[in-house]
């Protein structure tokens, strides 16, 4: 089979990943969850999103559709469109799973995927992370983890328009 296919593959619904759910459950993998706009990929997602991996046996990335990035990043934002983000998210070998989401935050997602550990970045106190109630009372972890500093999307951005 050829790469791209198979990296559409790893971008599902909420409909379509409960069959993969329940086989990762069947084989006792330790579920993953992390989820971001992800506008344009750079090194510090890179960092973020492999350290995140490192925690269990598959990761799923939630990746916020286009008219949520616009709620949450203003009117300019995405710079990228979901289908983009969400496709060189799963090409990423260690991402197993892309589910995109049009809420402001992954709380539905989180509750029907019930990962076993969720992850932020160190910017959030554990208790704050969306989604903590839900993995805390399923016995699952919480963990944040460092940026890389001078890496981030809002960098990029201004950096891109003081060149213009």
């Known amino acids: 089979m050829k790469n791209f296919p198979i990296i559409r593959q ?3 619904t909420r409909e379509n990943i ?3 759910l329940a086989v990762w459950r069947f084989q006792d993998k330790k579920v993953v969850f992390t989820n971001g706009c992800f506008d344009i990929l750079h090194l510090g997602h890179i ?3 492999s350290e995140a991996r ?4 598959v990761l799923i990335v939630g990746v916020n559709t286009d008219a949520s990035v616009k709620r949450i990043k203003g009117v300019d934002r995405p710079i990228t469109d979901e289908i983009s983000r969400s496709t060189i998210i799963a090409a990423l070998h260690f991402t197993d799973a892309v589910i995109l989401f049009d809420y402001d935050t992954p709380y539905n997602l989180i509750k029907l995927i019930q990962p076993d550990v969720l ?3 160190n910017d959030y106190k554990a208790e704050d992370i969306v989604g903590y109630d839900i993995v805390k ?3 699952g972890e919480i963990n944040t983890i460092d940026f890389l500093p ?3 999307t809002s960098g990029i951005e201004k950096r891109i328009k003081k060149t213009n």
Do not use: N, Q, T
Request: hydrophobic content about 30%; cysteine-free.
């Open 10 to 12: 790893k971008i599902y």
């Open 18 to 20: 409960l069959p993969l």
């Open 47 to 49: 960092h973020y999103l």
């Open 54 to 57: 490192d925690l269990g046996d």
């Open 119 to 121: 992850v932020k970045g």
């Open 137 to 139: 009372a399923k016995g």
């Open 150 to 152: 001078e890496y981030s």
